[in-house]
Nanobody
């Protein structure tokens, strides 16, 4: 079984940075692609970024390209999302998720495990 726990969220002013972490249990973390999603109140959950099993391939939503960087450390069973130049519209609950397989996917149905989420609030 796998458990995912996000951390690193908080309150930051526009233009600031945050680094989110997603710690995964188990010894097969390196076998799976991973992703980050976010959701604001009253809105649909949206894709943010994804990374393949090795970290050699990544994908980003257009809204975060050039500002966010997804990475992973398979030796530590941890995935990261470095968020720079944050904007108020980035305010949301951010979720990490494990893909069913090793390849990148942007759709939620491709993921079989989810963390509890961490709140990111960006003030203007």
């Amino acid at each position: 079984q796998v458990q995912l726990v996000e951390s690193g969220g908080g309150l930051v002013q526009a233009g600031g940075s945050l680094r989110l972490s997603c710690a995964a249990s188990g010894r097969t973390f390196r076998d799976y692609a991973m992703g980050w999603f976010r959701q604001s109140p009253g809105q649909e959950r949206e894709f943010v970024a994804a990374i393949n099993w090795s970290g050699g391939s990544t994908s980003y939503a257009d809204s975060v390209k050039g500002r966010f960087t997804i990475s992973r450390d398979n030796n530590r069973n941890t995935m990261y999302l470095q968020m720079n130049s944050l904007k108020p519209e980035d305010t949301a609950v951010y979720y990490c998720a494990r893909n069913r397989v090793a390849s990148i996917a942007a759709q939620m149905t491709s993921y079989d495990s989810w963390g509890q989420g961490t709140q990111v609030t960006v003030s203007s």
